[in-house]
C-alpha cells in the first residue's frame, strides 16, 4: 500500500474530537476512499487530563503544538483550536515548515485570509476549508467547482446554526433566549465566544469567505452590514408567526449592476419558503446562478460529525491529491478589493416589519405613518392589538409591514419616529424577504 498521509490534528474539542471518531471507527472506509491510510500522528491539546474519545490512543495526546507542527513525518496539520491568535501562528509555522492545512476556522480565514493563502502560495501548499462554511454542507465545493461556470448573482444563507437553533426554539418550543442559548452550547454547537453566534459575527465571517468564492471579492467582515438576534424578543417571533413568517438570522449577497450588497440580519420570511422551514441547528444556502437558475443546499451545519464529515472530506482530498488541484487553484486572497464594489446599505430596497409600543389615543398612528409618508415610505398593513396587559392598558403594540423602500429611508422615519410623544419605548425592526 501507499504510504500513508500523516495528520497532526490541532484540538481534540467538538469538532476535534469527531475527526479523531472518523477516523478510527471508520479506518477502511476511509482508508479505501483515501487510497492509503491516515494516519494520526499527534493530537495536540491544552490540558491532558480531560476527557478524550476512548478510540484515541493515549500516546498521541500531546500538549506540545510547536514539535507537533514541525515533526518531518506530518504532511498535513488540521487546525480545530479556534481563534484567531495560538490558531493563526499554528497554521503559518505548518505551511512554512512544508505542511498542507485543513481548517474549520472561519474567523480566522476571514480576517487572516490574505496573510494565510500568501503563505501557502509561497510554500507552494494548499489551505482546505470546506468545514469552515455550514458544516457538514459542501458549499465551498459547490460554490468553487461545481458551479464555475455561473456567474454567481445571489447568495441568501441560514449560516450559523446556534441562532437558528435559538430561533427554532424561542418560535417552536417557547423557549426564551437564555435557555434555548444554554441549550446549543451544551451540543456544542455554539464558538467559545457564542458573542459570535449571535451577535451575527460569525455568519459574516463565513459570508465573507463566500463572497470571496462566489464574487471574487476580498471583503473584510466589518464592512458587512451586520445584526445578531441577542435582542429578538419573544413578542416578534409571536407576530411574525402571526402574519405568516418565520424571523430567521440570514446571510445575504446579492449582485446588480456591478455592485455587491452583503448583510447579515434578521429576516423576516414567508413560512412556506425554504429558508423559513429551516429548523434547529441546520444550515441552508439558496445560490442563484446566471446559468443554472436556483439552487439550495442543506444539511447540519453545526455539530461535532456534521463538521467532522468535511474536515475528512479535505484530508480525503488531498490524499488522492484533489485539494492540491482545486484549492490551489482558486486564487484565493489575491483578487481585487471590495472597496468600491460593495453596495451602500441606504440604497438596498426592502420591505420592513416595524413594531412599536405605543400610547392607545387618537393621532398616535396617524404621527407613525406620516413619518413614513415623508420618507415616501408606503404600508401595506397595520395591525394593533390589544392592551399588553391590565397594568398597562392605555400602551400597544402596533405593527406595520410595508412596501418595499431604500433601507436609508425607512431607517430615517423610524428615527424620526422616536421623537414622537405617543412612542413607548424603542422600535424595532426587521426587513421582510418574500
Ligand atoms: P472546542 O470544542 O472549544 O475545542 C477546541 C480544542 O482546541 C480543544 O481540544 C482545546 O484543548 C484545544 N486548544 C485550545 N487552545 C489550545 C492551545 N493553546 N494549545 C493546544 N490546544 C488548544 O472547539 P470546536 O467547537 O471543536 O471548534 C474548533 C474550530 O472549528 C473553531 O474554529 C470553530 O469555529 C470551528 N467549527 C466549529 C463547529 C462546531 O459545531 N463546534 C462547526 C464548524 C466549525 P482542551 O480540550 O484541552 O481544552
Ligand atoms: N458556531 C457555529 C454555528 C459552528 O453555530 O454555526 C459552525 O460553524
Redesign the pocket.
Known amino acids: 500500500m501507499t504510504e500513508a498521509l500523516n495528520i497532526a490534528l ?8 469527531g475527526v479523531v471518531k472518523l477516523l478510527y471507527e471508520q479506518r477502511e472506509r476511509i482508508t479505501t476512499r483515501a487510497g492509503r491510510p491516515i494516519q494520526l500522528q499527534h493530537v ?5 487530563s ?1 476527557p478524550r474519545p476512548n478510540c484515541l490512543p493515549r500516546e498521541r495526546l500531546t ?1 506540545d ?1 510547536e514539535r507537533a507542527v514541525k515533526d518531518p513525518s506530518v504532511h498535513v496539520v488540521v ?5 484567531t491568535g ?2 493563526r501562528d499554528a497554521v503559518l509555522t505548518a505551511l512554512r515548515a512544508g505542511k498542507h492545512v485543513v ?6 480565514l476571514a480576517l487572516y485570509g490574505r496573510e494565510i493563502h500568501e503563505t501557502a502560495r509561497q510554500a507552494e501548499r494548499v489551505v482546505a476549508f470546506e ?2 462554511v455550514a ?1 457538514g454542507v459542501p458549499i465551498v465545493a459547490a460554490i468553487s467547482q461545481s458551479l464555475a461556470a455561473n456567474q454567481i448573482t445571489s447568495i441568501q444563507g441560514i449560516l450559523n ?1 446556534t441562532s437558528n437553533f435559538i430561533l427554532t426554539a424561542m418560535s417552536e418550543h417557547g423557549q426564551t433566549y437564555e435557555q434555548a442559548l444554554l441549550e446549543a452550547q451544551r451540543r ?5 465566544d457564542p458573542t459570535l453566534d449571535v451577535d451575527g459575527s ?1 455568519a459574516a465571517h463565513k459570508l465573507a469567505i463566500l463572497a470571496q468564492l462566489a464574487f471574487g471579492v476580498s471583503v473584510a467582515p466589518s464592512a458587512i452590514d451586520r445584526r445578531g438576534i441577542a435582542d429578538i424578543d419573544s413578542m416578534d417571533v409571536r407576530f411574525a408567526n402571526e402574519l405568516g413568517h418565520r424571523i430567521k438570522l440570514l446571510a445575504e449577497a446579492w449582485l446588480s449592476d456591478g455592485l455587491l450588497a452583503l448583510q447579515v440580519a434578521p429576516v423576516l420570511l414567508r413560512a412556506s419558503t425554504p429558508l423559513a422551514q429551516i429548523r434547529g ?1 441546520a444550515n441552508a444556502i439558496q445560490v442563484v446562478g446566471d446559468v443554472v437558475g436556483e439552487t439550495l443546499f442543506y444539511g447540519l ?4 460529525m ?2 467532522a464529515s ?1 474536515v475528512l472530506a479535505d484530508l480525503i482530498d488531498l490524499a488522492v491529491g484533489r485539494a492540491q488541484r482545486t484549492y490551489a487553484g482558486l486564487k484565493l486572497w489575491s483578487l481585487r478589493d471590495a472597496g468600491s464594489a460593495l453596495r451602500d446599505a441606504d440604497t438596498v430596497r426592502s420591505k420592513f416589519y416595524l413594531r412599536l409600543i405605543v400610547a392607545d389615543r387618537p393621532g398616535v398612528l396617524a404621527d407613525v405613518c406620516r413619518c413614513l409618508a415623508d420618507e415616501q415610505v408606503s404600508i401595506a398593513s397595520v395591525i394593533q392589538h390589544e392592551a399588553l396587559d391590565d397594568e398597562e392598558a392605555d400602551v400597544v403594540p402596533l405593527v406595520i409591514l410595508t412596501h418595499a423602500a431604500p433601507g436609508g429611508r425607512f431607517r430615517a422615519a423610524a428615527a424620526r419616529m422616536a421623537s414622537l410623544p405617543g412612542i413607548k419605548g424603542p422600535s424595532v425592526w426587521y426587513s421582510v424577504a418574500d
Open positions: 490541532l484540538g481534540c474539542g467538538t469538532v476535534g474530537g495536540v491539546v491544552r490540558d491532558l480531560k500538549a503544538l487546525e480545530l483550536i479556534g481563534g495560538i490558531a481548517t474549520a476556522n472561519k474567523a480566522l468545514a469552515s458544516g446554526g456544542g454547537y455554539a464558538e467559545a460569525d441547528s451545519g453545526a455539530g461535532e456534521p463538521t468535511a
